[in-house]
């Protein structure tokens, strides 16, 4: 292995370079680009920068690599194609902050003795004729490769699709970032000398790897430093280098791994298809493992030692235990996985694939939060079900995550390992839809029951505790009876966003204030301190509001808050529940008693259960006072 220190400008000479299949896409966010523009701003003329160690493997070959018509830099233009095994994240940056430094200026101007046309030759792209070639970028294979061409350095291709993931969003940050940076430099003086410093100052360490050293196993120790490789980047790695050792001929060897860039392809572009919620890698690595390989509750990390420490190994490959056939079954399937995860969290994205009914309820599930479940909705969702029994085991996922996730105060884990043996015998076709409705039906009736919920309540109101203000679930239940509002007056447009309701802290309002004006709500004065409490944080006090009311609003009287003022829209502007409030002339502690009575009812219709009578109820309610 040959080391010596370069700097760019000698570094990209004679020199092509590609990011290879198995290398992660770009990772950096703003504290690292800023500590490299804060670096560059203070290296000066005269100070030379260390920017780390710079792993190059001399492509002698193709390597199975697709060059995508850049091979006439090759063999017409005389480059030498390089690898880049470590070192690719300031690379990159160093590359996108030329393209920033050097756009907009005419091809003829100066800066360190060449036109801008030779240096965005030498460190950018080449033309000739009809093609068109980066001079640094990515293996065609790489989801970021048309990306980083077309809408980074601007180089023409027809083949890019819009296709977006998490890396190529920081690729765009960073392109962002650095375009600002750099309009905001005064004069050509100061970006020629930003420009000097960043290709003569900035020196890597250049280690270029010997034929006898194995590049897969090297990338993967080096990049135990500095910022780690997921699991998912770590795997892709690992499936890629046994796929280049399995006993198969080179045709075989070469589909399956055309197949493992394919998958991940996929993979980068379902997890990053919503660039303001991105999908967490680890999250889709577990769930796809418990429903292809089953769950085993003694598997402290299946991702790192199952996956890469056990299953996925060179000693089980050697012994014919892992075969070329088994890699492409496990990628196909966490393929099929990604883009059923996609659907799973972003089923409005979707209705037209999944249909209305089974859309709607898998964004109620979202709400929810799909707690164990996840793996089990994965594996059904994964494979085509009658659509009925689809839309059941829909519904009693809601009925299990609200009643006893939420309303029963169970443990955290109450039926997950029998529901991620249901996804992996789903998988396997051992079992079907109807049996997984069945076994959630059956855990409802086990974990939840009217006692329980009581119980749940009385503890949350034990100690001065504020009983159904916290009660997990509460403002899924009071959206949903707000929805069923709508429903019921025949109304299309809902007065509640769902993403505004779950994020806005005040969007749920007393309406006996838990602070109250003096004066203002003489109907409670007879009650004692304690059970003026109850009252204020009993179910039927607690609605949702189109607009969260401000302080001054909220304390004062029952009239005005249906009246509101100018600035802020009072009950009988608001919400529907809001509207049903506003018709009450008074509001007392038998308003809340029978709201609340409304809303228990409300929960046994909707979600399939009894709560009890009327005396019940009252008690259920913690009003057993009144």
């Known amino acids: 292995m040959s080391t010596e220190l370069q700097s760019v400008a000698e570094i990209f000479n004679n020199r092509i370079f590609r990011i290879p299949d198995y290398q992660r896409g770009y990772a950096w966010g703003e504290q690292q680009l800023a500590d490299f523009w804060s670096d560059l701003r203070r290296v000066g003329s005269e100070r030379t920068h260390y920017c780390g160690q710079l792993t190059l493997e001399k492509v002698v070959s193709d390597g199975g690599l697709e060059w995508g018509g850049d091979e006439w830099l090759v063999k017409d233009a005389g480059f030498v194609p390089h690898f880049v095994v470590d070192g690719q994240q ?13 756009k907009g200026l005419p091809p003829e101007e100066r800066i360190t003795g060449l036109k801008v046309s030779e240096l965005r030759e030498r460190y950018l792209s080449r033309s000739q004729g009809v093609l068109h070639s980066c001079i640094f970028g990515y293996a065609k294979d790489n989801p970021s490769h048309e990306f980083f061409r077309t809408q980074i350095l601007g180089v023409p291709s027809n083949d890019y699709s819009g296709v977006r993931t998490t890396y190529t969003a920081n690729l765009a940050f960073a392109r962002d970032y650095f375009r600002d940076r750099t309009a905001a430099v005064k004069g050509s003086g100061d970006r020629e000398q930003l420009f000097k410093a960043l290709t003569q100052r900035f020196r890597f360490n250049i280690h270029e790897l010997n034929d006898d050293i194995d590049v897969f196993v090297a990338f993967e120790t080096m990049n135990n430093r500095g910022k780690l490789l997921s699991r ?18 080179d045709s075989e060897r070469m589909a399956v791994r055309r197949t493992l860039n394919a998958v991940w392809r996929t ?16 999250d889709l690595l577990r769930a796809h493992w418990i429903v292809f390989f089953g769950y085993d509750k003694d598997e402290a990390d299946p991702l790192t030692q199952f996956l890469l420490n056990k299953h996925f190994t060179t000693g089980r490959l050697d012994q014919g235990e892992l075969t070329l056939g088994n890699i492409q079954e496990y990628a196909g399937s966490l393929q099929v996985s990604a883009r059923v995860w996609q659907q799973l969290h972003f089923p409005e994205s979707h209705a037209v694939q999944l249909g209305d009914s089974v859309s709607r309820a898998l964004i109620r599930l979202n709400r929810l939060g799909f707690g164990p479940l996840r793996p089990l909705l994965l594996a059904a969702l994964s494979h085509e079900q009658k659509n009925g029994d689809f839309k059941a085991l829909l519904f009693q996922a809601e009925r299990f995550l609200l009643l006893v996730r939420n309303f029963a105060g169970t443990r955290a884990n109450v039926a997950e390992a029998e529901s991620f043996r249901m996804a992996h015998d789903l998988h396997q076709g051992r079992a079907g839809i109807s049996q997984a409705v069945d076994m959630l039906r059956d855990r409802v009736t086990r974990h939840f029951s009217p006692a329980a919920f009581s119980l749940e309540i009385s503890d949350l109101f034990g100690n001065g505790g504020k009983g159904f203000s916290d009660i997990a679930g509460l403002k899924f239940l009071l959206f949903e009876y707000e929805e069923n509002l709508r429903r019921a007056g025949k109304a299309a447009a809902s007065k509640i966003a769902w993403d505004d309701f779950h994020g806005s802290r005040n969007s749920i309002e007393h309406i006996y204030p838990q602070d109250p004006k003096p004066g203002d709500w003489p109907e409670f004065e007879a009650f004692t301190d304690a059970q003026k409490h109850v009252l204020r944080h009993s179910l039927g006090n607690l609605v949702a509001v189109s607009v969260a009311k401000n302080a001054s609003l909220s304390r004062r009287s029952f009239n005005d808050k249906k009246r509101g003022t100018d600035q802020i829209p009072g009950y009988s502007q608001g919400s529907f529940s809001e509207l049903k409030i506003a018709q009450v002339q008074d509001w007392t502690a038998l308003e809340i008693l029978n709201r609340g009575i409304e809303l228990l009812t409300f929960i046994e219709n909707q979600w399939e259960i009894t709560l009890g009578d009327e005396k019940f109820k009252r008690s259920l309610l913690s009003l057993q006072f009144l």
């Not at 300031?90 to 050097?102: F, G, K, M």
């Not at 770590?234 to 198969?248: D, P």
Request: charged share 25%; glycine share 2%; net charge neutral.
């Open 90 to 102: 300031r690379l990159t940056t160093a590359i996108i902050l030329i393209h920033c430094l050097l």
């Open 232 to 249: 998912l980047e770590l795997l892709k790695n690992r499936l890629i280098y046994l796929s280049t050792l399995a006993k198969a001929n």
């Open 267 to 282: 993979v980068y572009e379902e997890l990053g298809r919503n660039p303001n919620r991105s999908l967490d890698d680890d």
